[in-house]
C-alpha cells in the first residue's frame, strides 16, 4: 500500500466537535470493510452507537476502505466490525481508534474529554466480548436463568441476596437440587465465555459502562443485554455466597466482571453532590487493577466519572509525563482539601524508589518530570502488591476537621509544603520477614511456630525498652503492647472476628493477648502441643484437612483455645501488612512496611486524622519523604497532639 493511499485526517474546528464512522452494508463476513468518516457535532443530536472494546495487540494488520484513502486497525477493531456490520443497512458509529486522530496529541486530549458526552449520548453502547470457534453459548438458557433470578427476588447486586436465596429454597428438595445443579446449568448455556472476557479487565470499559443509556454485550454471533447478564451474575454470586460450588473462572468473575457490576450500581446510586474525596477515592480503588495501554489513562479514564460537582481541574493531557500526570492528580485534590490522598501515597505503596539526582551526576537517575513525589499515589502498582499495603485502623482514617490542612504547592511542582507537628525518631524497627515466606500459609504449622517465636522476641525487646522508664502512656506494660501489636483493636476484621455478642464490643487486646500466651506461647498450650504433633506428621492423600491443618485438630480444641487460633490469624495478617516500631521516648505501634530506625520520624500532617512516617534525608537536606500512614498507642487524636508543647510544631517540605 503507497503512502499516498492511506487515510489523512482533517482537523476538527468545534469545540464539541467528534467524527462518526458510517459502516457500509455487506452480504458475507469475507468482504472488505467499507466505511466513510464524517464529521458532526454533539450539540445537534446525531443518531449513533458507541463502540466498547479491547484493542488488543499494538499492531494494525487490518484496514477499512474510505472514500479518500485506507485506514489501517487492529484484528480486534476489524472482528468486532465484522460482526456488527448489517447486511442491508449502514450502521453509525463513534469507535475511539479510528474516529480520534490518535497521532494528534492535542485532539486526542480533548476527545478524551470528551468521552463521557460521547457514551452517555449514544442510543447504545455495544460491548465487543470478542469471538472464540471454540465457544458454544445458548441463549436461550441464559435468558432461563436471568428470569430464575427475577422470580426468586435477585434484583439488586446489594441487597441480602444470599439470605434471599437461602429464604426461597428452604425446606424445598427441588429447589435445593435445582441450587446444586445452577452451575451445571451456567456451564451449560456457555455463560463463562462472556465474564471471562478480556473486555472486563479494561480500565476505559467502567466509563463506557457505566455512562450508556442501553449497553449491549456482543460475543462471536450472539448478544445480550446487560440487564439479562446482570441478573445471571446476582444469581451466581448469590448461590456462591449461599453455598460455594465449583465454577468456571471464579477469580475473573470476582475481580473484574462481578467489580463492574458493583461499581455501576453504586454509579447509578450515587448522589452527585457527595463529598468529591468520596467518588475519587472508590472510583480509583475499582479502576486500579484494570489494565490500560497507557499509564496516563489510569488517572484520564476517572475524569469522566466524577460529577462536576467535585471541582476537580484536571484536563487530558498527552504532552505530559506519567508522572506529572499522577502529579498534578494528586496536587488537584490537595487543593481542594482531601487529604485521603496521602493515605494512598508513600513508599509504603512502592515496589522501587529512586529520587532524581539533584546535581545531575547519575545518568541512570530519573529526571524530575519522571520523578513521582512520595506524596503522589502511584497508580501503576500491580493490586497484589497494594493488597499487602493496607492499614485502616477504624474510623482514623480521613480528613481532621479540627486541624485545617495548610498545604502550599506554589514551589517546585514535586514539592508539598505543609505544616506538621514532629513527635519522636523510630529507633527500634521489628519486621516479621517470615509472613512473606513463599508457600507459608497461615494455618502452616511452621508458620504458627514461627509467629510464636517471633512474638516472644516482640515482647521481651519491649519489656527491655521498659526496664527503668514508663511507658508514655503511664499505662501497664502488658497493655501498651497488646493495643500496639494490633492497632488498638479498632479495625473491622478485629471486631467481627472477636465479637462477643455483648454489644457488638470484641475481646479487648490485653484479654487476646492472655489467651494466646495460654495456648501458644506456653509450651503446655493447647494450640502449640497441638501443632508440634502437626509438624511431626507425615503427608498423606488420605488424610483429611481443612485449608492443610488435620480435621481432628479442629475437632479437638476448646472454645477458648479456638479464640487464640484465630488471633494467630489475625497476628499474621497484621505483621504481613505493617512493622512495630519504639521511639526514642518509648512509643510504640504499627509503622508501614521498609520503615527504617534512626532515619524515620512520627509526624501529624495538619489536615490529616492519622500519623505519619516521614524519612529525614539528612543535614544536607530539608525535605523528607512520605513513608505511610503508622499507629502509635496513645497519639491517635490529632487536635491533642497539635496542642501538646511537647512536641515540636512547624513546616516541613516533603518530595
Known sequence: MSLSSLYQYGALRGIDSIRLLQLKPASSSDETLRCELFDSNLSAAPEYE???????????????????????????????????????????????????????????????SQMAKIYGKAARVLAWLGESSDATLNMTLALDLAQKAKDIGLLSPRGENRETIRKWAYGDSEKVDWIMGVMDAVDDAGFFWLYQSSWFTRMWIVQEALLAKRLILHFSTVRLDWEDFEKVMILIQAVNAAIR????????????????????DHWLQSDSHSVAADHITYYMHQLRRRSCKDDRDRVFALLGLLPESTGLNLHPDYSKTVAEVYTQFAAAQLQLGNVGVLYDAGLWKRKYFQPPDSRGEGKSQPSWSDYLPTWAPDYRQDTSFLELAEMRFGDYFGADPRVPPNIDLSKESYR?????????????????????????????????????????????????????????????????????LVGGGTDKAYIETFDRGVNHAPLDPVSLWNIYCRHCISEDGEIYTAMQREARLPLSPSRKTIKGVGMEFYSSINAEASIAWNYHHHIVNILRRHWFFITDDGYTGLAPLD??????????????????????????????????????????????VKQNTAFDGGTVQII
Not at 516472644?456 to 497488646?482: G, I, W, Y
Open 245 to 264: 460450588l465449583p465454577m468456571t473462572s471464579r477469580e475473573v468473575f470476582v475481580k473484574y466482571a462481578w467489580a463492574l457490576i458493583e461499581v455501576r
Open 595 to 640: 520503615t527504617k530506625a534512626e532515619t524515620d520520624v512520627l509526624a501529624f500532617i495538619h489536615g490529616a486524622n492519622v500519623p505519619f512516617i516521614l524519612r529525614d534525608l539528612g543535614e544536607d537536606a530539608s525535605d523528607f519523604l512520605l513513608v505511610g500512614p503508622c499507629y502509635i498507642h496513645g497519639l491517635m487524636d490529632a487536635e491533642a
Open 416 to 484: 508539598l509544603t505543609t505544616q506538621a507537628t514532629l513527635i519522636d525518631i523510630v529507633t527500634c524497627v521489628q519486621p516479621a520477614l517470615f509472613v512473606h515466606q513463599e508457600g507459608l500459609r497461615a494455618n502452616d504449622a511452621l508458620m504458627l511456630l514461627t509467629c510464636r517465636r517471633f512474638c516472644m522476641d516482640l515482647k521481651r525487646t519491649f519489656d527491655s525498652q521498659f526496664v527503668n522508664r514508663p511507658c508514655p502512656s503511664h499505662e501497664d506494660s502488658t497493655k501498651v503492647f497488646a493495643y500496639s
Open 50 to 112: 458507541a463502540l466498547s472494546y479491547v484493542w488488543g495487540k499494538d499492531e494494525c494488520p487490518q484496514c477499512i476502505e474510505l472514500p479518500s484513502g485506507c485506514l489501517k486497525i487492529t484484528d480486534s477493531l476489524a472482528s468486532a466490525l465484522r460482526a456488527l456490520r448489517s447486511n442491508d443497512k449502514p450502521r453509525q458509529l463513534w469507535v475511539d481508534a479510528v474516529c480520534i486522530n490518535q497521532c494528534d496529541h492535542v485532539e486526542k486530549a480533548h476527545q478524551v
